[in-house]
Nanobody
């Protein structure tokens, strides 16, 4: 089992920045990803990081604006979100995969999510 807790969501204005954190505990995993789901839309891949080497990957809609990083000593992965847009409004989840990482990983464990709302 892996336990994941997201934090850092909130209400911001367009152009602002926000930092999300995902604190994890339990089994060792291969990769951690951030996903989001806006109301009435399908879940969207945002970013991922490999646990061992720290390799990163981003969805096209957030490249150049979001940065994912990890602090293994603190069991935390951070998603720094800059230049936020109203279309970034969604419930943001972190999840882990036991094999591989990135958008093609099989994410087995999920957090409860944290809401991000960007006003125009």
């Amino acid at each position: 089992q892996v336990h994941l807790v997201e934090s850092g969501g909130g209400l911001v204005q367009a152009g602002d920045s926000l930092t999300l954190s995902c604190t994890f505990s339990g089994r060792t995993f291969s990769g951690l990803g951030w996903f989001r789901q806006a109301a009435g839309k399908e879940r969207e891949y945002v970013a991922a990081i490999s646990r061992i080497f720290g390799s990163t990957d981003y969805g096209d809609s957030v490249k150049g604006r979001f940065t994912i990083s990890r602090d293994n000593a603190k069991n935390t992965v951070v998603l720094q979100m800059n230049s936020l847009k109203p279309e970034d409004t969604a419930l943001y989840y972190c999840a882990v995969t036991m094999t591989g990482w990135g958008p093609g990983g099989k994410y087995d464990y999920w957090g409860q999510g944290t809401q991000v709302t960007v006003s125009s």
